[in-house]
Nanobody, 126 residues
Framework: QVQLVESGGGLVQAGGSLRLSCAASGRTSSTNGMGWFRQAPGKEREFVAAISWRYGSTYYADSVKGRFTISRDNAKNTVYLQMNNLKPEDTAVYYC???????????????????WGQGTQVAVSS
């Protein structure tokens, strides 16, 4: 089992920044990548960004490219999501996830992630 704990959410004005963290523990060797997803009220969960543990390959949703940056600290088993120039439409609960993801295309699909955190709320006011 892998346990994931997110932190760093909060309320920020449009144009502001937040950094989310996701600390992984347990059998992290059973995973090779981590991702961030988000779910806004009344909407389906959507992919935000992902990163591979070994090579640091990164993947982004078009809606966040150029504004969000995902990074990892392998020594700490922690993944970060730096969110800049936040917009009201970024308001959502953000979830960290981990899995044995295989193909690059799998990183975008929530079905390939086996472990999920409890979520952290991000609210962006206009």
């Amino acid at each position: 089992q892998v346990q994931l704990v997110e932190s760093g959410g909060g309320l920020v004005q449009a144009g502001g920044s937040l950094r989310l963290s996701c600390a992984a523990s347990g059998r992290t060797s059973s995973t090779n990548g981590m991702g961030w997803f988000r779910q806004a009220p009344g909407k389906e969960r959507e992919f935000v960004a992902a990163i591979s543990w070994r090579y640091g390959s990164t993947y982004y949703a078009d809606s966040v490219k150029g504004r969000f940056t995902i990074s990892r600290d392998n020594a700490k088993n922690t993944v970060y999501l730096q969110m800049n120039n936040l917009k009201p439409e970024d308001t959502a609960v953000y979830y960290c996830a981990a899995g044995l993801l295989g193909y690059s295309s799998n990183y975008y699909n929530s079905q390939f992630y086996n472990y999920w955190g409890q979520g952290t709320q991000v609210a962006v006011s206009s």
